[in-house]
């Protein structure tokens, strides 16, 4: 039922239902042979006293209006409720923790706001280094210097990169940078910084988590001791890995796309979102470290590329622990020749056990090298070491 308020053409529309429902909703959990029950009912029949009122004007005339209204007096009365006092919220969002990115969504979603759970993004650094994007795209770039991975309104990452082997354009991550920023009443803003042998189980203040209550909002886990520390933001459903592998670091994170996407127009520099600048890539512009083939080579296959491995030694020490011939087993490979140091076959390995715990969608787990030309995902490995040993080259030009 519809009645003017104010102007004839302002139309307000009658909620007594809704002042009803959440009523019951605020009562239906009560239990009265429980301690404390008098003050939440009490606190309820408020509220539903409140939204009577500010609904009064558009449900003049209402019956079920004004049996409502004197139903609560009755009730208050029988309950000996004063008029004045705290009343429960008749919001239906206060019912879920603020600071659990996970309790919000569900509340949107239980109100129809989104029609779908919300959709999470992984994005991940490790290696030579090599970039998994949020997109999914796989890149191996050179990007020496400082560089940053994520700059959103929730959250800032920083990467370090130092050239690995004289006389090569790659590189590996020595300090990794991470900014929680501040978020309303969750947590003041929170900096984590790692560098090659000092991998803290502690923010830069000393604190080990960010938020009051129990469970912080914000927090840091060591699981190995100088070698691997998570943190978790509860508030923004965020998930972050940092390890130590050798003398490099490594990151991994999963983060909600709605806040990934984030950012304003002066954010527009994020690997994780755009991926490396194609002056910055090593790969064959399609991130696969395999594809690059050359007219001829100058080096038989089985002749090092650096001192300790070739291809097919650098492949059985991969395949050990990736037996699945994946763009990480590529990468794997790629970082023996380059480098010759053993750590960064850990490091792709690792690199794919982050991808397993953090990535939403296992079928996205492995991505599998094909050629420009569009040849099947399993191509021979004799492609694969043609095309390293070029990729090689390109490297150490």
């Known amino acids: 039922m519809l009645f003017t308020d104010g102007p004839p053409y302002v139309l307000s529309q009658c909620r007594i239902q809704k002042c009803t429902t959440d009523f019951v909703s605020l009562t239906s959990h009560l239990n009265s042979a429980v301690d404390g029950f008098d003050s939440e009912f009490c606190k309820a029949l408020r509220a539903y006293a409140g939204c009577t009122q500010r609904t009064s004007k558009a449900c003049r005339g209402n019956l079920v209006y004004h049996s409502a209204v004197l139903g609560i007096s009755d009730l208050m ?227 090092p590329a650096w001192p300790g491995y070739t291809l097919e030694t650098a492949s059985a020490r991969c395949h050990e622990q990736m037996p699945v011939k994946d763009i990480y087993f590529q990468s794997c490979v790629f970082d023996l020749l380059t480098t010759g140091d053993a750590n960064f076959t850990a490091a792709a390995h690792s690199a794919l056990e982050d991808v397993e715990a953090l990535h939403p969608r296992k079928e996205r787990w492995h991505i599998f090298p094909s050629s420009a030309r569009g040849a099947p995902r399993g191509r021979p490995l004799s492609s694969v070491s043609l095309g390293l040993t070029c990729l090689i080259l390109v490297v150490f030009l």
Not at 113 to 127: A, H, R, T
Not at 252 to 278: F, K, N
Request: with cysteine; glycine share 10%; net charge negative.
């Open 77 to 303: 009365s029988q309950r000996n409720c004063s008029k004045d006092g705290p009343t429960s919220s008749t919001n239906p969002e206060v019912t879920h923790d603020p600071c659990n990115y996970h309790s919000h969504a569900g509340a949107r979603e239980h109100r129809g706001g989104d029609q779908n759970p919300p959709n999470y993004l992984f994005c991940g650094l490790f290696g030579d280094p090599h970039l998994r994007t949020f997109k999914d795209h796989f890149q191996t770039c050179k990007v020496e210097g400082a560089w940053p991975l994520i700059d959103n309104n929730y959250l800032s990452v920083q990467v370090t990169n130092v050239p690995v082997v004289p006389g090569s354009s790659a590189t590996a991550t020595n300090k990794i940078t991470i900014i929680f920023k501040a978020h309303r009443e969750c947590t003041d803003q929170k900096v984590y910084q790692a560098v090659t042998d000092d991998l803290p189980a502690a923010f830069v203040d000393g604190s080990t988590s960010g938020g009051d209550g129990d469970p912080k909002s914000l927090r840091i886990v060591e699981r190995e001791s100088g070698r691997s520390v998570e943190m978790h933001a509860r508030y923004m459903g965020t998930t972050v890995f940092v390890r130590q592998l050798g003398r490099y670091l490594t990151l991994a994170i999963r983060m909600p796309e709605a806040l990934a996407m984030a950012y304003e127009e002066s954010q527009d520099l994020q690997l994780c979102v755009t991926g490396c600048p194609l002056g910055e890539r090593i790969d064959d512009g399609q991130g696969q470290v395999s594809a690059i083939l050359g007219p001829g080579l100058p080096r038989s296959p089985a002749a």
